[in-house]
């Protein structure tokens, strides 16, 4: 028997960025160790549904932006057997370039996405560098396309998208930050994108220095561990240790996706 509200669930890691701790938290690190950045999507999937989360960005994007790409985020998903071409779903945590670029290769997808995500990137704090300085023009201007095609789903607040995935919004980081909450064989897993960035962002309560509303940001930590079975099932947004943490899909897929659907390894 198969039960249709539970999923696998995986994070596909796409780039990598080398930086230093004080440009992780708001204030900076007095230690200032090096810590790295990795970019993630994740999918959740079950015999009768698939939902793409996020849709990272292309190899002239990371160039632009002095990431280091390793591989087409979309190309990953096909040999997990997600056809981007499809009538997949697509959950859009928010329209920053890292979790909403390659849209245009998802050309039948539905996007799932919090109105005040949509308000915020097409409104009047775009006139500022420092709140638009992560988005991209052509990929919000990609998403407005798709509501006209009738292919963008609203929510404003939290909302059960199907039996087993529901998403809750947190704001802080954007105005429409969501966080997407997956049942799994291991229980409720959150995947909190960048709600937290890194586990440490949530464990020490230090916030990462992109943010619209730090208030916002610090109370969304607590709603991240009330939607989680425990901390150990908050997926950060961009933490390298996801991939220590948790196992491979597939020996083949070493490095690139692992399992969050199974308990972490350390
Ligand atoms: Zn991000």
Redesign the pocket.
Known sequence: MTQTDVYELFAVRYATHKRKASENFIGGDPHDYPMPMD?FVWVATNNERTFVIDTGFNVARAAKRGREFLRCPVRTLSELGVDATRQVDVILT?L?Y??AGNCDLFPNARFHLQEHEIAFATGRYMKYDFTSA?YEVDDVVGVVRAVFARRVEFYSGDAEIAPGISVHLIGG?TMGLQAVRVRTRRGWVVVA??AT?FFANLQQRRPFPIVLDVGKMLEGYQKLEQLADSVDHIIP??DPLVMELYPPAEERLRGMVVRLDAAPVK
């Open positions: 970019y928010h920053h890292d979790h992560a980081h994108s960048d960035h947004g961009h």
